[in-house]
């Protein structure tokens, strides 16, 4: 089973930047879909970023767009999101979710099945 690791979540004040990290087991898949969402606790997941391993595909949500940049490792299973003019309403939990079974086009990155733990994004005024 594909395992997914994200980390890099903290706090900022507005204005500032913050970068997360993920890692995905792939299980001798040489590709995936990778990406990031985010949830607000009482509102649903939503989906920020996301980016295909074999090259040509990225995504962002129109909200993200220009401040968020979705970016891939060296290795093909290692992404980064790096947001900067973060606001508060950035402030929620960003999840790291990886599929080897697609290659994110057509709106199917955000339909990935394998998720990390999440982690804790909070932006202050």
């Known amino acids: 089973q594909v395992q997914v690791t994200e980390s890099g979540g903290g706090s900022v004040q507005a204005g500032g930047s913050l970068r997360l990290s993920c890692v995905a087991s792939?299980?001798?898949?040489?590709?995936?879909?990778m990406g990031w969402f985010r949830q607000v606790p009482g509102k649903e997941r939503e989906g920020v970023a996301a980016?295909?391993?074999?090259?040509?595909?990225?995504y962002y949500a129109d909200f993200v767009k220009g401040r968020f940049t979705i970016s891939q490792g060296g290795a093909k299973n290692t992404i980064f999101l790096q947001m900067n003019s973060l606001k508060p309403e950035d402030t929620a939990i960003y999840y790291c979710?990886?599929?080897?079974?697609?290659?994110?086009?057509?709106?199917?990155?955000?339909?990935?099945?394998?998720w990390g733990q999440g982690t804790q994004v909070t932006v202050s005024s």
């Open positions: 980016i295909y391993g074999g090259g040509g595909g990225i």
């Open positions: 979710a990886a599929d080897p079974l697609i290659d994110c086009s057509g709106g199917s990155w955000k339909t990935m099945d394998y």
């Open positions: 792939l299980r001798g898949y040489t590709y995936a879909c």
